[in-house]
Protein backbone atom coordinates (compact mmCIF):
# COMPACT_ATOMS: atom_id res chain seq x y z
CA UNK A 1 0.00 0.00 0.00
CA UNK A 2 0.86 3.59 -0.92
CA UNK A 3 0.11 6.61 1.12
CA UNK A 4 0.88 10.22 0.51
CA UNK A 5 0.38 11.74 3.45
CA UNK A 6 -0.34 15.58 2.89
CA UNK A 7 2.82 15.55 0.96
CA UNK A 8 3.91 18.82 -0.11
CA UNK A 9 7.42 19.23 -2.08
CA UNK A 10 8.58 22.37 -4.05
CA UNK A 11 11.46 22.05 -6.94
CA UNK A 12 12.41 25.54 -8.09
CA UNK A 13 9.30 27.36 -9.51
CA UNK A 14 7.23 24.50 -9.10
CA UNK A 15 5.50 22.53 -5.87
CA UNK A 16 3.02 19.60 -5.09
CA UNK A 17 0.64 20.87 -2.80
CA UNK A 18 -0.44 19.27 0.51
CA UNK A 19 -1.86 16.17 -1.67
CA UNK A 20 -2.86 12.67 0.25
CA UNK A 21 -4.23 9.87 -1.31
CA UNK A 22 -3.94 6.19 -0.92
CA UNK A 23 -3.01 3.35 -3.43
CA UNK A 24 -3.87 -0.22 -1.83
CA UNK A 25 -2.06 -3.47 -3.08
CA UNK A 26 -2.62 -4.70 -6.07
CA UNK A 27 -3.99 -2.14 -7.77
CA UNK A 28 -3.74 -0.20 -11.10
CA UNK A 29 -3.39 3.19 -10.63
CA UNK A 30 -3.28 5.94 -13.21
CA UNK A 31 -2.29 9.60 -12.36
CA UNK A 32 -3.70 11.99 -14.93
CA UNK A 33 -3.41 15.61 -15.54
CA UNK A 34 -2.06 18.56 -17.62
CA UNK A 35 1.60 18.80 -18.60
CA UNK A 36 3.27 20.40 -16.00
CA UNK A 37 0.76 19.05 -13.13
CA UNK A 38 3.06 17.26 -11.07
CA UNK A 39 2.42 13.76 -12.17
CA UNK A 40 5.99 12.68 -12.81
CA UNK A 41 7.32 14.21 -9.47
CA UNK A 42 4.88 12.14 -7.58
CA UNK A 43 5.69 9.12 -9.17
CA UNK A 44 9.41 10.12 -8.61
CA UNK A 45 9.01 10.87 -4.69
CA UNK A 46 7.05 7.49 -4.70
CA UNK A 47 10.47 5.89 -6.21
CA UNK A 48 12.42 8.27 -3.31
CA UNK A 49 13.93 10.67 -5.40
CA UNK A 50 12.51 13.57 -4.17
CA UNK A 51 12.22 14.12 -0.55
CA UNK A 52 8.92 15.71 0.79
CA UNK A 53 9.21 19.17 2.34
CA UNK A 54 6.32 18.38 4.32
CA UNK A 55 4.29 15.44 5.21
CA UNK A 56 4.95 11.78 4.64
CA UNK A 57 4.73 8.86 2.09
CA UNK A 58 4.12 5.50 3.65
CA UNK A 59 5.12 2.46 1.66
CA UNK A 60 3.00 -0.59 3.69
CA UNK A 61 2.25 1.37 6.23
CA UNK A 62 5.82 2.23 7.24
CA UNK A 63 7.57 5.85 6.87
CA UNK A 64 9.85 6.18 3.93
CA UNK A 65 10.02 9.92 2.99
CA UNK A 66 13.43 9.66 3.96
CA UNK A 67 14.75 6.81 2.74
CA UNK A 68 17.12 6.71 -0.22
CA UNK A 69 15.68 5.54 -3.74
CA UNK A 70 18.35 1.78 -3.58
CA UNK A 71 16.49 0.76 -1.00
CA UNK A 72 12.81 1.14 -2.03
CA UNK A 73 12.74 -1.34 -4.62
CA UNK A 74 10.38 0.16 -6.53
CA UNK A 75 10.70 -0.20 -10.45
CA UNK A 76 10.51 2.93 -12.94
CA UNK A 77 9.99 3.25 -16.31
CA UNK A 78 10.22 6.70 -17.63
CA UNK A 79 8.64 7.57 -21.26
CA UNK A 80 11.66 7.82 -23.08
CA UNK A 81 12.53 4.71 -21.28
CA UNK A 82 16.04 5.41 -19.94
CA UNK A 83 18.21 2.68 -21.37
CA UNK A 84 21.80 3.07 -20.63
CA UNK A 85 23.00 3.58 -24.02
CA UNK A 86 26.66 2.23 -23.12
CA UNK A 87 25.64 -1.45 -22.13
CA UNK A 88 24.10 -4.44 -24.31
CA UNK A 89 20.48 -5.11 -23.62
CA UNK A 90 21.18 -7.94 -21.37
CA UNK A 91 23.82 -6.03 -19.07
CA UNK A 92 20.45 -2.93 -19.07
CA UNK A 93 18.58 -5.78 -17.50
CA UNK A 94 21.20 -7.47 -15.47
CA UNK A 95 22.05 -3.72 -13.78
CA UNK A 96 19.70 -4.07 -11.02
CA UNK A 97 20.55 -7.72 -10.13
CA UNK A 98 24.23 -6.35 -10.14
CA UNK A 99 23.34 -3.90 -7.70
CA UNK A 100 21.32 -5.99 -5.31
CA UNK A 101 24.91 -8.61 -5.25
CA UNK A 102 22.85 -11.82 -6.68
CA UNK A 103 25.20 -14.63 -7.79
CA UNK A 104 26.05 -14.85 -11.75
CA UNK A 105 24.55 -17.77 -12.24
CA UNK A 106 20.95 -16.27 -10.94
CA UNK A 107 21.69 -12.66 -12.90
CA UNK A 108 22.07 -14.95 -15.54
CA UNK A 109 18.89 -16.81 -15.09
CA UNK A 110 16.97 -14.54 -14.33
CA UNK A 111 18.00 -12.23 -17.51
CA UNK A 112 17.73 -15.01 -19.63
CA UNK A 113 13.87 -15.46 -17.86
CA UNK A 114 12.72 -11.98 -19.02
CA UNK A 115 14.79 -12.12 -22.29
CA UNK A 116 12.48 -15.30 -23.31
CA UNK A 117 9.29 -13.45 -21.25
CA UNK A 118 9.67 -10.63 -23.45
CA UNK A 119 10.51 -11.93 -26.78
CA UNK A 120 13.53 -9.95 -26.77
CA UNK A 121 15.78 -13.12 -26.66
CA UNK A 122 17.20 -12.30 -29.96
CA UNK A 123 18.06 -8.69 -29.02
CA UNK A 124 20.56 -9.75 -25.73
CA UNK A 125 23.81 -8.47 -27.68
CA UNK A 126 22.51 -5.96 -29.26
CA UNK A 127 23.05 -1.79 -28.20
CA UNK A 128 19.91 -0.49 -27.01
CA UNK A 129 20.62 3.42 -28.95
CA UNK A 130 19.56 0.57 -32.05
CA UNK A 131 16.33 -0.99 -30.81
CA UNK A 132 12.89 -0.13 -32.23
CA UNK A 133 10.46 1.97 -29.79
CA UNK A 134 8.59 -1.32 -28.73
CA UNK A 135 11.92 -3.65 -28.03
CA UNK A 136 13.36 -0.25 -26.10
CA UNK A 137 9.86 -0.23 -24.23
CA UNK A 138 10.26 -4.27 -23.45
CA UNK A 139 13.96 -3.77 -22.50
CA UNK A 140 12.38 -0.82 -20.01
CA UNK A 141 9.95 -3.49 -18.61
CA UNK A 142 12.01 -6.37 -17.73
CA UNK A 143 14.60 -4.47 -16.49
CA UNK A 144 12.45 -2.74 -14.15
CA UNK A 145 10.90 -6.14 -13.18
CA UNK A 146 14.26 -7.99 -12.78
CA UNK A 147 14.81 -6.53 -9.68
CA UNK A 148 11.21 -8.16 -8.98
CA UNK A 149 9.66 -4.65 -7.19
CA UNK A 150 6.42 -4.42 -5.42
CA UNK A 151 5.28 -1.61 -7.03
CA UNK A 152 5.47 -0.44 -10.61
CA UNK A 153 6.31 3.22 -11.49
CA UNK A 154 5.14 3.31 -15.61
CA UNK A 155 5.82 7.36 -16.85
CA UNK A 156 3.19 7.81 -19.86
CA UNK A 157 5.09 4.25 -21.15
CA UNK A 158 3.23 3.53 -23.89
CA UNK A 159 2.98 7.73 -25.45
CA UNK A 160 5.75 7.00 -27.99
CA UNK A 161 4.60 3.72 -29.19
CA UNK A 162 2.07 3.43 -32.53
CA UNK A 163 -1.14 2.43 -31.61
CA UNK A 164 -0.63 -1.19 -32.88
CA UNK A 165 2.26 -1.09 -30.16
CA UNK A 166 -0.02 0.64 -27.67
CA UNK A 167 -2.37 -2.17 -28.01
CA UNK A 168 -0.22 -4.83 -27.32
CA UNK A 169 1.40 -3.41 -25.18
CA UNK A 170 -1.72 -2.62 -22.70
CA UNK A 171 -2.07 -6.24 -22.63
CA UNK A 172 1.60 -7.25 -22.00
CA UNK A 173 0.90 -4.86 -18.44
CA UNK A 174 -2.71 -6.15 -18.63
CA UNK A 175 -0.49 -9.86 -17.77
CA UNK A 176 2.39 -7.99 -15.62
CA UNK A 177 -0.27 -6.69 -12.91
CA UNK A 178 -1.84 -9.97 -12.91
CA UNK A 179 1.13 -12.52 -12.78
CA UNK A 180 3.06 -10.33 -10.86
CA UNK A 181 0.63 -9.24 -8.10
CA UNK A 182 2.55 -5.93 -8.56
CA UNK A 183 1.04 -2.54 -7.42
CA UNK A 184 1.57 -0.08 -10.56
CA UNK A 185 0.97 3.38 -10.57
CA UNK A 186 1.09 4.83 -14.38
CA UNK A 187 0.96 8.59 -15.61
CA UNK A 188 -1.37 8.35 -19.09
CA UNK A 189 -2.96 11.50 -20.75
CA UNK A 190 -5.04 8.34 -22.78
CA UNK A 191 -8.41 7.42 -21.57
CA UNK A 192 -8.17 4.12 -23.38
CA UNK A 193 -5.26 3.11 -21.44
CA UNK A 194 -6.96 4.57 -18.18
CA UNK A 195 -9.97 2.44 -18.96
CA UNK A 196 -8.28 -0.68 -20.25
CA UNK A 197 -6.15 -1.24 -17.36
CA UNK A 198 -6.59 1.37 -14.42
CA UNK A 199 -8.96 -0.13 -11.28
CA UNK A 200 -8.54 3.61 -9.47
CA UNK A 201 -7.29 7.20 -10.53
CA UNK A 202 -5.89 10.52 -9.12
CA UNK A 203 -6.32 13.57 -11.40
CA UNK A 204 -3.54 16.47 -10.21
CA UNK A 205 -3.66 19.69 -11.70
CA UNK A 206 -1.34 22.58 -10.69
CA UNK A 207 0.45 20.55 -8.13
CA UNK A 208 -2.67 19.68 -6.58
CA UNK A 209 -5.25 16.73 -6.01
CA UNK A 210 -8.56 17.49 -7.93
CA UNK A 211 -10.03 14.26 -7.60
CA UNK A 212 -9.40 10.73 -6.43
CA UNK A 213 -11.33 7.49 -6.92
CA UNK A 214 -11.91 4.42 -8.94
CA UNK A 215 -11.72 4.88 -12.59
CA UNK A 216 -15.90 4.43 -12.99
CA UNK A 217 -16.45 6.71 -10.25
CA UNK A 218 -14.21 9.87 -11.52
CA UNK A 219 -15.19 9.07 -14.97
CA UNK A 220 -19.06 8.92 -13.68
CA UNK A 221 -19.31 12.44 -11.65
CA UNK A 222 -16.14 13.78 -12.32
CA UNK A 223 -15.78 16.81 -9.49
CA UNK A 224 -15.00 20.01 -11.09
CA UNK A 225 -15.58 21.24 -14.83
CA UNK A 226 -11.78 21.14 -15.37
CA UNK A 227 -11.39 17.81 -14.22
CA UNK A 228 -14.75 16.65 -16.65
CA UNK A 229 -12.66 18.74 -19.76
CA UNK A 230 -9.50 17.05 -18.53
CA UNK A 231 -11.13 13.27 -18.84
CA UNK A 232 -12.06 14.23 -22.76
CA UNK A 233 -15.98 15.19 -22.15
CA UNK A 234 -16.48 17.67 -24.52
CA UNK A 235 -19.62 19.18 -23.87
CA UNK A 236 -19.51 20.68 -19.85
CA UNK A 237 -22.74 22.93 -20.11
CA UNK A 238 -23.78 25.04 -17.61
CA UNK A 239 -27.64 25.01 -16.95
CA UNK A 240 -30.43 25.67 -14.12
CA UNK A 241 -33.19 22.95 -13.03
CA UNK A 242 -36.71 23.87 -13.28
CA UNK A 243 -38.44 21.22 -12.15
CA UNK A 244 -37.41 18.40 -10.21
CA UNK A 245 -38.65 15.17 -8.68
CA UNK A 246 -38.64 11.36 -8.16
CA UNK A 247 -34.80 11.53 -8.69
CA UNK A 248 -35.35 12.93 -12.01
CA UNK A 249 -34.77 16.90 -13.04
CA UNK A 250 -35.30 19.18 -16.21
CA UNK A 251 -32.49 21.56 -16.93
CA UNK A 252 -32.62 24.48 -18.56
CA UNK A 253 -29.33 25.57 -20.79
CA UNK A 254 -29.44 28.33 -22.49
CA UNK A 255 -32.93 27.16 -24.22
CA UNK A 256 -31.78 23.14 -24.70
CA UNK A 257 -34.06 21.57 -22.34
CA UNK A 258 -32.68 18.06 -20.70
CA UNK A 259 -33.90 15.36 -18.44
CA UNK A 260 -31.80 14.10 -16.19
CA UNK A 261 -31.04 11.40 -13.12
CA UNK A 262 -30.26 14.39 -10.12
CA UNK A 263 -31.59 15.45 -7.16
CA UNK A 264 -30.91 19.19 -7.41
CA UNK A 265 -33.83 20.44 -6.25
CA UNK A 266 -35.31 23.58 -8.89
CA UNK A 267 -34.46 27.09 -9.11
CA UNK A 268 -30.76 25.90 -8.76
CA UNK A 269 -27.83 25.95 -11.23
CA UNK A 270 -25.69 22.73 -12.28
CA UNK A 271 -22.83 22.26 -14.41
CA UNK A 272 -22.91 18.70 -16.45
CA UNK A 273 -21.33 16.92 -19.15
CA UNK A 274 -21.74 14.38 -21.43
CA UNK A 275 -19.92 12.46 -23.60
CA UNK A 276 -19.32 13.59 -27.39
CA UNK A 277 -20.04 9.77 -28.18
CA UNK A 278 -23.19 10.23 -25.69
CA UNK A 279 -24.74 12.41 -28.15
CA UNK A 280 -26.53 10.51 -31.23
CA UNK A 281 -27.70 12.17 -34.20
CA UNK A 282 -30.46 10.58 -36.44
CA UNK A 283 -31.70 12.56 -39.56
CA UNK A 284 -34.57 14.73 -39.35
CA UNK A 285 -36.94 12.80 -40.44
CA UNK A 286 -36.27 9.86 -37.98
CA UNK A 287 -38.89 8.87 -35.80
CA UNK A 288 -38.09 8.95 -32.49
CA UNK A 289 -40.72 8.16 -29.65
CA UNK A 290 -39.29 6.46 -26.45
CA UNK A 291 -35.82 8.25 -26.02
CA UNK A 292 -35.34 10.35 -23.02
CA UNK A 293 -34.55 13.34 -24.65
CA UNK A 294 -34.89 14.35 -28.36
CA UNK A 295 -33.46 17.60 -29.28
CA UNK A 296 -33.50 19.12 -32.89
CA UNK A 297 -30.71 21.37 -33.80
CA UNK A 298 -28.58 22.50 -36.33
CA UNK A 299 -24.95 21.53 -37.74
CA UNK A 300 -22.62 24.27 -36.81
CA UNK A 301 -19.24 22.46 -37.68
CA UNK A 302 -18.00 18.96 -39.28
CA UNK A 303 -14.11 17.64 -38.94
CA UNK A 304 -12.95 15.00 -39.86
CA UNK A 305 -10.40 12.62 -37.60
CA UNK A 306 -9.42 9.56 -38.77
CA UNK A 307 -12.43 6.89 -39.15
CA UNK A 308 -14.39 9.71 -36.58
CA UNK A 309 -16.38 12.79 -37.71
CA UNK A 310 -16.60 15.20 -35.15
CA UNK A 311 -20.23 17.51 -35.57
CA UNK A 312 -20.73 21.07 -33.46
CA UNK A 313 -24.69 21.41 -33.48
CA UNK A 314 -26.37 24.35 -32.47
CA UNK A 315 -29.11 22.78 -29.87
CA UNK A 316 -29.76 26.70 -27.89
CA UNK A 317 -26.46 24.85 -26.16
CA UNK A 318 -23.49 24.09 -28.43
CA UNK A 319 -22.95 20.13 -28.27
CA UNK A 320 -20.18 18.26 -29.69
CA UNK A 321 -20.99 14.97 -31.06
CA UNK A 322 -18.83 12.31 -32.41
CA UNK A 323 -19.97 9.47 -35.05
CA UNK A 324 -18.41 7.18 -37.19
CA UNK A 325 -17.86 8.36 -40.45
CA UNK A 326 -19.46 6.37 -42.82
CA UNK A 327 -22.64 7.20 -40.76
CA UNK A 328 -22.24 11.07 -41.36
CA UNK A 329 -21.95 10.10 -45.31
CA UNK A 330 -24.89 8.48 -45.26
CA UNK A 331 -26.97 10.91 -43.51
CA UNK A 332 -25.06 13.38 -45.82
CA UNK A 333 -24.36 16.22 -43.21
CA UNK A 334 -23.36 19.49 -44.39
CA UNK A 335 -23.13 22.83 -42.25
CA UNK A 336 -26.48 24.47 -41.88
CA UNK A 337 -28.30 20.97 -42.14
CA UNK A 338 -30.97 20.44 -39.75
CA UNK A 339 -30.29 17.68 -37.06
CA UNK A 340 -32.15 15.62 -34.25
CA UNK A 341 -30.02 14.20 -31.71
CA UNK A 342 -30.79 12.02 -28.67
CA UNK A 343 -29.04 12.26 -25.10
CA UNK A 344 -29.99 8.93 -22.87
CA UNK A 345 -30.88 10.34 -19.14
CA UNK A 346 -28.02 8.60 -17.79
CA UNK A 347 -25.66 9.80 -19.87
CA UNK A 348 -25.43 13.60 -18.50
CA UNK A 349 -23.51 13.53 -15.62
CA UNK A 350 -23.30 16.00 -12.65
CA UNK A 351 -20.39 17.74 -11.97
CA UNK A 352 -19.49 18.09 -8.14
CA UNK A 353 -22.81 15.84 -7.10
CA UNK B 1 29.92 7.78 -37.52
CA UNK B 2 28.37 9.28 -40.52
CA UNK B 3 26.81 12.73 -39.93
CA UNK B 4 24.30 13.88 -42.32
CA UNK B 5 24.83 17.55 -40.78
CA UNK B 6 27.91 17.78 -42.08
CA UNK B 7 29.18 18.01 -45.75
CA UNK B 8 33.14 16.59 -46.77
CA UNK B 9 34.67 19.66 -48.35
CA UNK B 10 34.32 18.39 -51.81
CA UNK B 11 31.21 18.16 -52.23
CA UNK B 12 30.25 21.99 -51.34
CA UNK B 13 32.15 22.79 -54.58
CA UNK B 14 29.90 20.30 -56.65
CA UNK B 15 27.25 22.07 -56.04
CA UNK B 16 27.87 25.55 -54.67
CA UNK B 17 26.74 27.34 -51.90
CA UNK B 18 27.37 31.02 -51.44
CA UNK B 19 27.18 31.06 -48.18
CA UNK B 20 29.64 28.21 -47.70
CA UNK B 21 32.27 29.21 -49.99
CA UNK B 22 32.27 32.64 -48.78
CA UNK B 23 32.74 31.28 -45.46
CA UNK B 24 35.14 29.27 -46.34
CA UNK B 25 37.26 31.73 -47.75
CA UNK B 26 36.87 34.08 -44.56
CA UNK B 27 37.58 31.25 -42.72
CA UNK B 28 40.36 30.12 -44.43
CA UNK B 29 42.39 33.59 -43.38
CA UNK B 30 42.86 31.82 -40.08
CA UNK B 31 44.00 28.39 -41.67
CA UNK B 32 46.76 29.97 -43.31
CA UNK B 33 47.77 32.14 -40.64
CA UNK B 34 48.44 29.69 -38.48
CA UNK B 35 50.07 27.37 -41.14
CA UNK B 36 52.12 30.34 -42.13
CA UNK B 37 53.24 30.41 -38.71
CA UNK B 38 54.11 26.62 -38.52
CA UNK B 39 55.87 26.27 -41.86
CA UNK B 40 58.30 29.68 -41.28
CA UNK B 41 59.32 27.84 -37.84
CA UNK B 42 59.48 24.44 -39.59
CA UNK B 43 61.57 25.74 -42.53
CA UNK B 44 63.79 27.92 -40.54
CA UNK B 45 64.63 24.77 -38.13
CA UNK B 46 65.22 22.60 -40.99
CA UNK B 47 67.62 24.62 -42.72
CA UNK B 48 69.66 23.97 -39.59
CA UNK B 49 69.00 20.32 -38.69
CA UNK B 50 72.70 19.94 -36.64
CA UNK B 51 71.86 22.71 -34.48
CA UNK B 52 68.03 21.53 -34.14
CA UNK B 53 69.57 18.10 -32.89
CA UNK B 54 72.45 19.43 -30.65
CA UNK B 55 69.28 21.75 -29.13
CA UNK B 56 67.04 18.54 -29.45
CA UNK B 57 69.72 16.35 -26.90
CA UNK B 58 70.90 19.45 -24.69
CA UNK B 59 69.80 17.78 -21.28
CA UNK B 60 68.26 20.79 -19.79
CA UNK B 61 65.81 21.05 -22.63
CA UNK B 62 64.59 17.53 -22.33
CA UNK B 63 64.66 18.24 -18.70
CA UNK B 64 62.39 21.30 -18.91
CA UNK B 65 60.00 19.68 -21.82
CA UNK B 66 59.80 16.73 -19.38
CA UNK B 67 58.92 19.01 -16.33
CA UNK B 68 56.73 20.89 -18.50
CA UNK B 69 54.24 17.92 -19.21
CA UNK B 70 54.86 16.05 -15.90
CA UNK B 71 53.71 19.39 -14.52
CA UNK B 72 50.79 19.27 -16.76
CA UNK B 73 49.89 16.04 -16.15
CA UNK B 74 50.04 16.57 -12.17
CA UNK B 75 47.45 19.34 -13.20
CA UNK B 76 45.27 17.03 -14.46
CA UNK B 77 45.99 14.31 -11.76
CA UNK B 78 44.44 17.13 -9.28
CA UNK B 79 41.42 18.43 -11.57
CA UNK B 80 40.50 14.85 -12.16
CA UNK B 81 40.33 14.38 -8.11
CA UNK B 82 39.15 17.60 -7.29
CA UNK B 83 37.28 18.97 -10.83
CA UNK B 84 35.13 16.26 -11.49
CA UNK B 85 33.10 15.82 -8.23
CA UNK B 86 32.82 19.94 -8.54
CA UNK B 87 31.54 19.76 -11.80
CA UNK B 88 28.98 17.05 -11.07
CA UNK B 89 27.29 19.14 -8.06
CA UNK B 90 27.51 21.85 -10.46
CA UNK B 91 25.60 19.85 -12.77
CA UNK B 92 22.78 18.75 -10.87
CA UNK B 93 22.44 20.73 -8.28
CA UNK B 94 20.89 24.26 -8.87
CA UNK B 95 21.05 26.60 -6.18
CA UNK B 96 21.76 30.35 -6.19
CA UNK B 97 25.09 29.86 -4.84
CA UNK B 98 26.29 27.76 -8.35
CA UNK B 99 26.48 30.87 -10.35
CA UNK B 100 28.96 32.53 -7.26
CA UNK B 101 30.90 29.15 -7.90
CA UNK B 102 31.05 29.26 -11.39
CA UNK B 103 32.29 32.88 -11.53
CA UNK B 104 34.90 31.91 -9.00
CA UNK B 105 36.34 29.05 -11.20
CA UNK B 106 36.16 31.19 -14.09
CA UNK B 107 38.03 34.26 -12.53
CA UNK B 108 41.57 33.08 -14.66
CA UNK B 109 40.02 32.91 -18.15
CA UNK B 110 38.98 36.55 -17.68
CA UNK B 111 42.31 37.97 -15.90
CA UNK B 112 45.83 38.76 -17.24
CA UNK B 113 47.54 35.60 -16.75
CA UNK B 114 50.32 38.20 -14.65
CA UNK B 115 47.23 39.13 -12.01
CA UNK B 116 46.98 35.39 -11.72
CA UNK B 117 50.00 34.85 -11.34
CA UNK B 118 50.33 37.47 -8.31
CA UNK B 119 47.34 35.53 -7.03
CA UNK B 120 48.91 32.40 -6.53
CA UNK B 121 52.36 33.96 -5.90
CA UNK B 122 50.39 35.46 -2.78
CA UNK B 123 48.90 32.73 -1.45
CA UNK B 124 51.82 30.49 -1.99
CA UNK B 125 54.23 32.10 -0.97
CA UNK B 126 56.64 31.31 1.91
CA UNK B 127 54.09 34.08 4.08
CA UNK B 128 51.02 33.39 2.19
CA UNK B 129 47.95 31.87 3.67
CA UNK B 130 48.47 28.21 2.40
CA UNK B 131 52.08 28.80 1.89
CA UNK B 132 53.14 29.06 5.52
CA UNK B 133 51.33 26.57 7.23
CA UNK B 134 52.86 24.35 4.18
CA UNK B 135 56.29 25.08 3.89
CA UNK B 136 55.87 23.77 7.93
CA UNK B 137 55.58 20.70 6.79
CA UNK B 138 58.34 21.01 4.28
CA UNK B 139 56.54 21.76 0.75
CA UNK B 140 57.72 24.67 -0.67
CA UNK B 141 56.19 26.85 -3.93
CA UNK B 142 58.68 29.62 -4.77
CA UNK B 143 61.09 28.27 -7.17
CA UNK B 144 59.41 24.61 -6.66
CA UNK B 145 57.19 22.25 -8.70
CA UNK B 146 54.38 22.32 -6.76
CA UNK B 147 54.14 26.20 -7.20
CA UNK B 148 54.67 25.46 -11.23
CA UNK B 149 51.82 23.13 -10.69
CA UNK B 150 49.29 25.56 -8.62
CA UNK B 151 49.70 28.34 -11.17
CA UNK B 152 49.07 26.50 -14.10
CA UNK B 153 46.60 24.59 -11.81
CA UNK B 154 45.10 27.79 -11.16
CA UNK B 155 44.73 29.20 -15.06
CA UNK B 156 43.30 25.56 -16.48
CA UNK B 157 40.97 24.25 -13.94
CA UNK B 158 38.11 26.72 -16.11
CA UNK B 159 38.46 24.62 -19.02
CA UNK B 160 38.37 21.15 -17.14
CA UNK B 161 35.18 21.86 -14.98
CA UNK B 162 33.16 23.65 -17.40
CA UNK B 163 33.99 21.19 -20.16
CA UNK B 164 33.10 18.23 -17.97
CA UNK B 165 30.35 20.03 -16.48
CA UNK B 166 28.80 20.13 -19.56
CA UNK B 167 29.62 16.51 -20.33
CA UNK B 168 27.40 15.78 -16.98
CA UNK B 169 24.62 17.94 -17.83
CA UNK B 170 23.78 16.19 -21.44
CA UNK B 171 23.60 12.94 -19.38
CA UNK B 172 20.07 12.54 -18.63
CA UNK B 173 19.03 12.99 -15.35
CA UNK B 174 16.16 10.12 -15.79
CA UNK B 175 19.24 7.59 -16.72
CA UNK B 176 20.37 7.97 -13.24
CA UNK B 177 17.07 8.12 -11.63
CA UNK B 178 17.06 4.79 -13.13
CA UNK B 179 20.12 3.48 -12.34
CA UNK B 180 18.97 4.29 -8.50
CA UNK B 181 15.88 2.50 -8.65
CA UNK B 182 16.94 -0.40 -9.54
CA UNK B 183 19.78 -0.70 -6.46
CA UNK B 184 22.72 2.09 -7.53
CA UNK B 185 23.70 4.56 -4.57
CA UNK B 186 24.25 7.67 -6.04
CA UNK B 187 28.20 6.89 -5.84
CA UNK B 188 27.44 3.75 -8.22
CA UNK B 189 25.31 5.83 -10.52
CA UNK B 190 27.67 8.09 -10.77
CA UNK B 191 30.51 5.79 -11.63
CA UNK B 192 28.71 3.12 -13.70
CA UNK B 193 26.45 5.39 -15.73
CA UNK B 194 27.29 9.24 -15.19
CA UNK B 195 31.24 8.58 -16.03
CA UNK B 196 31.06 6.24 -19.07
CA UNK B 197 28.79 8.49 -20.53
CA UNK B 198 30.32 12.07 -20.39
CA UNK B 199 33.92 10.24 -20.59
CA UNK B 200 34.66 12.11 -23.73
CA UNK B 201 34.01 14.96 -22.08
CA UNK B 202 36.34 14.26 -19.59
CA UNK B 203 39.12 13.43 -22.13
CA UNK B 204 38.06 16.65 -23.60
CA UNK B 205 38.90 18.50 -20.47
CA UNK B 206 41.41 16.51 -19.55
CA UNK B 207 43.49 17.42 -22.98
CA UNK B 208 42.45 20.86 -22.83
CA UNK B 209 43.04 22.01 -19.22
CA UNK B 210 46.76 19.59 -20.01
CA UNK B 211 47.26 22.49 -23.28
CA UNK B 212 46.64 25.66 -21.36
CA UNK B 213 48.40 24.43 -18.49
CA UNK B 214 51.74 23.78 -20.18
CA UNK B 215 51.17 26.89 -22.39
CA UNK B 216 51.05 28.33 -19.42
CA UNK B 217 53.71 31.24 -18.93
CA UNK B 218 53.15 34.71 -16.88
CA UNK B 219 51.39 33.01 -13.67
CA UNK B 220 53.92 30.37 -13.63
CA UNK B 221 57.10 32.81 -13.56
CA UNK B 222 55.41 34.84 -11.20
CA UNK B 223 55.93 31.84 -8.13
CA UNK B 224 58.51 29.63 -9.91
CA UNK B 225 61.00 30.98 -12.57
CA UNK B 226 62.81 27.95 -11.58
CA UNK B 227 62.98 25.27 -12.42
CA UNK B 228 62.16 26.53 -16.03
CA UNK B 229 59.43 25.25 -17.82
CA UNK B 230 59.71 25.26 -21.58
CA UNK B 231 57.91 28.59 -21.80
CA UNK B 232 60.51 30.29 -19.27
CA UNK B 233 63.35 28.72 -20.56
CA UNK B 234 62.47 29.55 -24.14
CA UNK B 235 62.10 33.02 -22.99
CA UNK B 236 65.23 32.86 -21.01
CA UNK B 237 67.12 31.64 -24.08
CA UNK B 238 65.70 34.12 -26.15
CA UNK B 239 66.83 37.40 -24.17
CA UNK B 240 70.25 35.75 -23.50
CA UNK B 241 71.10 33.29 -26.44
CA UNK B 242 68.73 34.84 -28.90
CA UNK B 243 66.21 34.18 -31.67
CA UNK B 244 68.23 30.72 -33.25
CA UNK B 245 68.55 29.28 -30.22
CA UNK B 246 64.84 29.78 -28.46
CA UNK B 247 63.06 29.46 -31.55
CA UNK B 248 64.69 25.57 -31.82
CA UNK B 249 63.55 24.82 -28.27
CA UNK B 250 60.11 26.49 -29.61
CA UNK B 251 59.84 24.12 -32.51
CA UNK B 252 60.62 21.25 -30.39
CA UNK B 253 58.15 21.79 -27.99
CA UNK B 254 55.59 22.49 -31.08
CA UNK B 255 56.50 18.84 -32.09
CA UNK B 256 56.45 17.09 -28.74
CA UNK B 257 53.31 18.90 -27.93
CA UNK B 258 51.44 18.02 -31.05
CA UNK B 259 52.58 14.74 -30.89
CA UNK B 260 51.18 14.76 -27.54
CA UNK B 261 47.98 15.44 -28.97
CA UNK B 262 47.68 13.33 -31.98
CA UNK B 263 48.20 10.11 -29.78
CA UNK B 264 45.70 11.06 -27.22
CA UNK B 265 43.42 11.88 -30.21
CA UNK B 266 43.95 8.03 -31.96
CA UNK B 267 43.68 6.28 -29.18
CA UNK B 268 40.52 7.18 -27.71
CA UNK B 269 39.00 7.85 -31.21
CA UNK B 270 36.03 5.84 -29.87
CA UNK B 271 35.93 6.74 -25.91
CA UNK B 272 32.53 7.39 -25.41
CA UNK B 273 31.26 7.38 -28.67
CA UNK B 274 27.56 7.26 -27.12
CA UNK B 275 28.46 10.59 -25.60
CA UNK B 276 26.33 12.43 -28.48
CA UNK B 277 23.57 10.32 -28.37
CA UNK B 278 22.49 10.12 -24.84
Not at chain 1, 173 to 197: A, F, M, P, W
Not at chain 1, 307 to 326: F, H, K, N, P, Q
Not at chain 2, 212 to 226: K, N, P, T
Request: net charge neutral.
Amino acid sequence: MIEFDRVGLALGEFSLKDISFTVRGGEYFFIIGPSGAGKTIILEAIAGLHVPDTGRILLSGKDVSTIPPEQRGVGLVYQDYSLFPHMTVEKNIAFGLRMHHLPSSEIQRRVEELLSRFGIFHLRSRETLNLSGGEMQRVALARALAIDPQILLLDEPLSALDPGMKEYFIQVLKEIHRDNGLTIIQVSHNRHEILSLGTRMALIMDGRLEQEGSVRQVYASPATREVAEFIGYENVIDGVVVSSGDGECLIDASGLKLRASCTVPAGQGVTFCIGADEVVLHSPQASLSGKDNTVQGMVNAITQSGYLTRVVIDAGATLSAVIVREMADEMALRVGSPVLLTIRKNAIRMIGK
Amino acid sequence: MSNPGRESFWSRFRRPDSTLIAFSLIGSTLVIFSFLALATITLTQLADLTFLVRVATDSRVINSIALTFGAGLAVVFILLLFGTPLAYVLARTHSRINSLVEALIDIPLVLPHTVAGIMVYLLFMQRGLLGAPLKDIGIVFEDALPGIVMAMLFVSMPFYVNTVREGFQKVPLHIENVARTLGATRFKAFVLVVIPLSARHILNGSVLAWGRAISEFAAVIMIAYYPMIVSTLIYYRFTTGGLKESSAIAFLMIIASFSVFLVIRIATRYLGSYDDRV
